[in-house]
Structures are given as structure tokens and as C-alpha cells.
């Protein structure tokens, strides 16, 4: 017997059973497995067919290329192709035993179908699953990390976190000397002077970061000058100033700040003119103190070359006190009075420019005016560096103040120069 007949009878068999297991089911008749030892050992040889045919199938494709042999042991199905091979007129038409076998029970076991094509064909072919290809690399992850071993003997680490210090500090420093000598016999006439001047900025900010910020400057010159032109004094101030400037602002946009400024200004020496014994001014004679409320805007332009800030004061107070009554009067302050004051705006400029590499402008510009009377103050300090420590300085300061008395040629316009070659040193 080949394995065509083996297969085609055991088929006839599988479908014999199954209909003698159906009327069982329904006579509701429940009886004693009387199968036979050689029924059962006929049916194990035909389960071993049926897997030889199966393992044929799944090994070589070229055995079943079409996949015929299992329909014999799927669910009995009516494919379309087994009709109409039965059906088909063509002479070159050859129907498989498979086929005869299918067509056989279709035509005498109709109640065996269980399904049709069309149902397979509504729910696809079968798809193998696609097996994704897994990297077997290592990550860098495990070539860098410590073995087990390394990690036991590795010490613990103390980890400090340092609180962020939102303090900045900065300052620098300046000493001029000059030095005149022209002999009594000079033919041109002139006479000898030496003078110094000292000049001390320092500044420590505060900027949290987080829309706060403090500002603080101490700006401080004293300057002396000896003539011998001058019988009365040994040596006189010609630069002399103390003053602080405070902001405290909060942020109302990127460069916008709501501000209160606190200036307050006086000076170290006594003032005092060539040969001449009046005293014209001396430490806290005058003392000025401007508070203001207005807002800051921070000036960053020529990419960070020039810097600062402009305070736009539209409510200020000026309070003007004078230790020495006698001294009240240069300064429009009432006779047998230490104070004056009044309401007014406010305006303050401070920049820095670095035009080159070897020459800066630090320029200061502030106004006060009550609608009644005006002061305006304008330094402008140019800088020219020589090298890391020696550095040559312009000073103009041009002055405007109406509320003193009013001098015949310059009227209220007030007006200091200088030029200074020496030390100098900032951090």
C-alpha cells in the first residue's frame, strides 16, 4: 500500500468516525469502549502516516507546493478549485486524488463541511511572525561601569554643595603725582607747584537673580597742591569728595527696574582758595542726600563695551546741611539755618565705555530740578592705559547750579579740569 492510498482511506475512515461520534451525541447513548486491539493499532499506524505526511509537508515544500495534503486533516472546508477542476470542460484538465477524495465527500457527506473559501479568504492568509534582530553589542553603559569588585572597594565620596553666593565686588584704585619746578630767575616768570590726587571706587552688588537686586558704590578723591605763590597754606585740596550711591531695585522687565536711590555726598578737607584765609566749604558743609523713587533701565550695548544703568526719577527729595551756619549762605541755605530741602525729579546716568583696548570713558551725569531751580553735574573721566599699571586721566566736569549766587562772567556754570599721569589698579 503507498502512501496515497493510505492517506485517501484513512480520510474515508476520520470520516466514518466522526459521523458515528455524532449520532452517538445525539442518541444521548453512553456505552463501554469495545474498539478492538487491531481497530486501535490500524488507527496509530494511520496518526503515524499522517505525521509523515505532515513532516514531508513542513521540510520540502516540493512535496505539497500547493499546500493540498492538509486539507485532509484541517476542518472539512469547500474549496472552490475541487469543483471546478470536477466541472472543467478543458482536455488538459487532470483532477487529483485529493481532489476525487474532497469531491466524493461533498457529494455524499454534505453534513461533514464545516466551512467554505470564502470564509478563509475573509479571514486571510497565515503570517509568520516577523523575528526583530537583537543587538547583541554591549552598551557603554557596562564597559565603563565598575565590576562588582571595583565597586566594594571604592571609598564613599562626600559630596558638599556649596550655597551660591550672589555677591559681586569689584573696585579699582588711582594715584597721580605731578611735579613742576621753574627757577626764580625764569625768564618767562611762573612758579613751582607739586600736587597729588587719589581716587578710590568700590562697589559690592547684590543680584539674586530672581528680580532683587542691591547696588552699592563708594566713590572717594582727595587731591592736594602746594605753590609756592601761596604765603597762607602749606598745601590746599583741589579735588576733594566723598559720595554714595544706593539702589534697590526689583525687576519689571528684562532691563527695567522699579528703584529707590539713595545719594548722599560731602568731602574730606577744608576748601580754601591761594591766599586767601576764607574757608569755603568743609566735611559736612555741604552734605547733600537725594532720595528718589522712580525706575532703572540697564544699559548693555557695542555687545558689553558699554555698560550701566539710567535712573528715571519722576518723585525725589534733596536735602542740602551744612554743620557751620556760616557756610549756609553759598549754599541757599536761610541765615541762622543747618538745612534745606524741597521735592523735585531726578535723573542719573552712569556709564562705562570701553572705546578701545587702551582707552575707557566713565562718564556720570545727574540732574535735579524743583520747576523752580535746577542742578546739573556732568563727569566724564578718560581713562588712557599706558600699560597693566600706569595709566594717563582727562577730567572735565562741567556744573550747573542756579539756586547759588550768580558770578559775572560764567553766570551758573561751574567748570573743573585736569590731567594726571600715574599709578593705577583694578580688580
Excluded: C
Aim: glycine share 6%; no cysteine; hydrophobic share 35%.
Amino acid at each position: 500500500m503507498n502512501i496515497r492510498s493510505i492517506i485517501i482511506f484513512s480520510f474515508v475512515l476520520f470520516a466514518l468516525s466522526a459521523n458515528s461520534q455524532t449520532r452517538y451525541r445525539r442518541n444521548r447513548v453512553h456505552a463501554a469502549d469495545t474498539v478492538p486491539v487491531l481497530v486501535k493499532s490500524y488507527m496509530d499506524s494511520l496518526a503515524v502516516a499522517r505525521a509523515r505526511v505532515d513532516s514531508v509537508y513542513v521540510a520540502d515544500s516540493v512535496a505539497d507546493p500547493d499546500g493540498k495534503y492538509s486539507r485532509l486533516f484541517v476542518p472539512l472546508t469547500f474549496y472552490h478549485d475541487v469543483a471546478g477542476s470536477a466541472f472543467s470542460m478543458s482536455p488538459n484538465n487532470r483532477m487529483g486524488d485529493i481532489n476525487k477524495v474532497l469531491l466524493d465527500v461533498y457529494l455524499h457527506r454534505p453534513d461533514l463541511v464545516l466551512g467554505t473559501q470564502n470564509q478563509l479568504d475573509l479571514a486571510g492568509s497565515v503570517h509568520k511572525p516577523k523575528q526583530e534582530t537583537v543587538d547583541t553589542s554591549i552598551d557603554i553603559i557596562e564597559k565603563v561601569s565598575p565590576k562588582v569588585n571595583d565597586m566594594a572597594e571604592t571609598l564613599p565620596i562626600n559630596i558638599y554643595v556649596e550655597k551660591p553666593n550672589f555677591w559681586t565686588f569689584s573696585g579699582d584704585y588711582s594715584l597721580q603725582l605731578f611735579q613742576n619746578y621753574i627757577s626764580d630767575n625764569w625768564y618767562k616768570g611762573g612758579e613751582s607747584n607739586y600736587s597729588m590726587l587719589a581716587t578710590v571706587t568700590l562697589q559690592a552688588n547684590y543680584n539674586n537673580k530672581q528680580r532683587f537686586r542691591w547696588d552699592n558704590k563708594l566713590e572717594m578723591r582727595l587731591g592736594f597742591q602746594n605753590t609756592k605763590g601761596d604765603t597762607l597754606h602749606t598745601v590746599r585740596a583741589s579735588e576733594d569728595l566723598i559720595r554714595y550711591t544706593g539702589k534697590v531695585g526689583l525687576q519689571a522687565s528684562k532691563k527695567w527696574y522699579y528703584t529707590i536711590q539713595l545719594i548722599a555726598s560731602t568731602q574730606f578737607m577744608r576748601g580754601l582758595k591761594s591766599n586767601d584765609p576764607h574757608v569755603y566749604s568743609k566735611f559736612l558743609a555741604p552734605l547733600y542726600v537725594n532720595p528718589s523713587l522712580g525706575m532703572d533701565y540697564n544699559v548693555n550695548w557695542f555687545k558689553g563695551k558699554l555698560k550701566g544703568s539710567a535712573h528715571l526719577a519722576p518723585i525725589a527729595y534733596n536735602l542740602t546741611y551744612v554743620r557751620d551756619k556760616n557756610l549756609g549762605s553759598r549754599f541757599g541755605i536761610d541765615a541762622g539755618k543747618h538745612t534745606k530741602s524741597d521735592f523735585g525729579s531726578e535723573v542719573t546716568i552712569d556709564l562705562n565705555w570701553q572705546i578701545t583696548k587702551d582707552v575707557r570713558w566713565k562718564t556720570r551725569f545727574y540732574g535735579y530740578t524743583t520747576y523752580k531751580r535746577a542742578i546739573m553735574e556732568w563727569e566724564n573721566t578718560f581713562t588712557f592705559v599706558v600699560n597693566k599699571y600706569i595709566s594717563s586721566n582727562l577730567f572735565l566736569y562741567p556744573r550747573f547750579d542756579d539756586g547759588v549766587s550768580r558770578d559775572g562772567d560764567l553766570g551758573y556754570w561751574q567748570m573743573k579740569e585736569y590731567i594726571s599721569l600715574g599709578f593705577s589698579y583694578g580688580f
